[in-house]
């Protein structure tokens, strides 16, 4: 019931101020309606008062007009938690966010949107494990000294894959947990991480991820991840654009204050938006990864034809096609934009076609200029005067509402069409009855159409003149702006044996047999309107790894519905499989981690380098059918490695690898410095592999500049003495 509250709410027009209308996305118009509506429901007495509360904040991402500042946001009783330039994440009471949009100092708001969650065999054929044993390099690298981190759902954070090897200690450092109006709690200590369960166990998505990326090898001698002795930062919870992004700042902050470089993975995305990286939370997701490396899924929607395009020419400047529905029968929900390659405008038309008779029998009336971003919506009578207009026509063949709105786009200053809809197939409709669509352009200009992919996608119905659709362009909008790297997913195995004796994992899927080293492809992929491929690079994607306890227990998974479990001080830990893009990224992520601790300058340039130089381009590849979903290819682990030592080697100081973590080494130049917690004064000698001391330095006090620019090249040991300890780490120069 509480839906057709919600679904009536958004249809009504003018409930808003028309100054604050037009600075309110519409996800965020649709909220506020929703909560309105509420409130009247309260007032007339048909829902419990407990059920709106008058303080209920929400997290709200503010774009603010250039050279303002947050002073009237604040004045106004909004919360600053992070900030970007001209883009603030904020928490704001609901009661007063129509005042604050209404504001000089406030260009635009965002309320964000729903995303979703989008190793032994994988060990062997990416060599990571020579990596841990440090075959061929200068030492192991396992992610120590590095921070990594993720927006996720399903978080066990005390599972054993999280402890250290050779303590009890939980290698999970933070851990906050989001709700639907943004952050619900912060755990900072390892009592309370300790005594918490999880923020979903309905969940054990993030638990999986965190296991690829992170996950040590105690309590599993098989399935655990790369980075097994970085710290871990996680942020959990309700997945909106906004709780994303307030996570992802939470993790880099934290890894500021210690010192360290981070490594962010968001298995998290939407099909929805212009796909350029342009929206709000896109150009804030863009300066976050100027301060930490983020990773995130392509997407699992590589089979699917939620895009469109079509470049218009002289006699040819007309694409037509079918709206139908997946995943629940007779069911067309959701939204589906499109979008010209510049300002110039469109014109669309949507239609009830008659699929036996083969011709429109009713057309909606088109748009061909803004609406100023104001829905016209066509529904039946059911809705009374909360539509636009009724058509009798149209009420014979859906239940429901279709809504168009046009405008100018002030992010990108592409025009665009926006579709919301709600229908379900009328009584007398026995499926000969369709939605169809027309666009019409001008010669030399583009247009690029999107499908959320809930539960609508295009086809022709195998009717000529009509598109079909493409998947070129269902890559998870949030892996399409600038500073992020997005990863696709190939096959390391064709079988999973579970413990219950079951071959295969999601056999409905169609996922196994597969060769080993093949595209999945449910690989998302996309051209973009720039010109950009996205994937850039694809990782293993059929991968066994750590299940959230609280999952296991909730979802009676005892069964052996799992690949092994571990018993320790009477609590049992699982592992097992998951599919899909987003188990590729975190092993990207958790790869990139052990390059960083290489070296910890790296910026997501010098990576997306270090990946086109590096990446595998094997048979598969190189032979593939759509190489759109493959980017530069398989991510060489070792070979990236190789790649950052090497570069790092040419121009001087490399490898940095702490052996005690009170003992911090951080190269500037030709100069080392040494810092040593708890100390007072410390004296630091730098070995050459021949025991000989080729550099010496004592100073009254924990922290010491050494020279270093003239020594040959090669691997030394940094010796520094205290009155409490000796300490002792390893670099090359």
Request: with cysteine; proline share 2%.
């Amino acid at each position: 019931m509480k839906k057709l509250y919600i679904y009536a709410a958004m249809l009504i027009a003018g409930a808003l101020s028309l100054s604050a209308q037009s600075k309110i996305d519409y996800n965020g118009q649709t909220r506020l309606l929703e909560y309105k509506m509420q409130k009247q429901l309260v007032k007339s007495g048909q829902l419990d008062v407990k059920s709106v509360s008058e303080d209920e904040k929400m997290l709200v991402l503010v774009d603010l007009e250039e050279g303002e500042t947050v002073a009237e946001l604040e004045e106004k009783g909004a919360v600053i938690v992070s900030q970007r330039g001209d883009l603030v994440l904020a928490e704001m009471p609901i009661s007063q966010i129509e005042d604050m949009a209404a504001l000089e100092s406030v260009k635009k708001m965002s309320f964000g949107e729903m995303l979703t969650t989008k190793l032994d065999s994988a060990r062997v054929s990416t060599a990571f494990g020579d990596a841990h044993s440090g075959i061929g390099l200068d030492q192991a690298y396992n992610g120590k000294g590095v921070v990594v981190g993720l927006m996720d759902a399903g978080v066990d954070p005390n599972h054993i894959a999280f402890k250290e090897q050779s303590t009890n200690n939980n290698r999970v450092q933070r851990f906050w947990s989001y709700g639907s109006m943004g952050l619900s709690a912060t755990y900072d200590t390892p009592e309370e991480i300790s005594a918490f369960s999880t923020e979903n166990r309905k969940e054990t998505h993030g638990t999986h991820v965190l296991g690829i990326m992170a996950g040590g090898n105690k309590g599993s001698k098989l399935y655990y991840g790369l980075a097994t002795h970085s710290d871990i930062a996680v942020a959990a919870g309700t997945l909106t654009t906004n709780n994303v992004l307030a996570g992802a700042s939470k993790i880099i902050e934290y890894a500021k204050s210690v010192g360290k470089p981070a490594i962010i993975n968001l298995s998290v995305g939407s099909n929805g938006g212009s796909h350029d990286g342009t929206a709000s939370y896109g150009r804030y997701l863009a300066a976050l990864g100027q301060d930490a490396i983020i990773c995130i899924s392509a997407g699992n929607e590589g089979t699917m034809p939620l895009g469109l395009r079509k470049d218009f020419a002289e006699g040819d400047n007309e694409v037509k096609s079918f709206f139908v529905e997946n995943y629940v029968d007779g069911t067309f929900k959701g939204t589906t934009t499109f979008w010209s390659k510049d300002q110039t405008p469109f014109t669309f038309s949507a239609f009830v076609y008659d699929n036996d008779q083969d011709k429109i029998v009713y057309e909606l009336p088109a748009v061909s200029e803004s609406t100023s971003g104001k829905y016209k919506t066509v529904g039946g009578s059911s809705y009374g005067t909360s539509v636009t207009y009724h058509s009798a026509e149209f009420d014979k063949a859906f239940t429901g509402y279709f809504g168009v709105m046009s405008d100018l786009c002030k992010d990108n200053d592409r025009y665009m069409v926006s579709l919301n809809y709600d229908l379900r197939n009328a009584a007398a409709n026995e499926g000969n009855l369709v939605l169809g669509f027309k666009v019409t352009g001008v010669a030399g200009n583009s247009v690029y159409g999107y499908c959320d992919g809930v539960y609508t996608e295009f086809t022709s119905y195998d009717k000529e003149g009509w598109d079909p659709g493409t998947a070129n362009g269902t890559i998870n909008e949030i892996s399409c702006g600038e500073n992020v790297l997005s990863v696709g997913a190939y096959s390391t195995r064709n079988s999973i044996k579970l413990a219950n004796g079951t071959e295969t994992y999601y056999p409905s899927l169609n996922i196994y047999p597969k060769p080993a080293g093949a595209i999945l492809n449910f690989t998302s992929y996309g051209t973009l309107a720039d010109g950009r491929n996205l994937p850039h690079v694809c990782a293993p994607g059929l991968l066994i790894s750590a299940f959230s306890t609280p999952y296991v227990q909730y979802n009676s998974l005892g069964q052996g519905n799992y690949t092994t479990r571990y018993t320790s001080f009477n609590k049992t830990y699982y592992w097992g499989p998951m599919t899909g893009t987003s188990q590729a990224s975190p092993f990207v992520a958790g790869t990139i981690a052990l390059w960083m601790q290489a070296d910890t300058t790296l910026t997501i340039d010098d990576v997306k380098t270090v990946i086109a130089e590096t990446s595998i381009k094997d048979d598969f590849v190189k032979n593939a059918t759509v190489k759109e979903q493959w980017g530069a290819g398989k991510i060489n682990v070792m070979g990236g490695l190789k790649y950052v030592l090497d570069r790092k080697n040419a121009s001087g100081i490399a490898a940095i690898a702490d052996e005690n973590d009170n003992m911090v080494v951080e190269a500037n130049g030709g100069i080392i410095n040494v810092f040593v917690a708890g100390e007072s004064a410390i004296t630091v000698a730098v070995y050459n592999m021949s025991g000989q001391v080729v550099r010496h330095v004592s100073v009254n006090d924990n922290e010491a500049n050494v020279d270093v620019e003239n020594l040959p090249k090669g691997i030394y040991l940094i010796h520094a003495q205290g009155a409490k300890g000796r300490y002792t780490t390893r670099m090359v120069i």
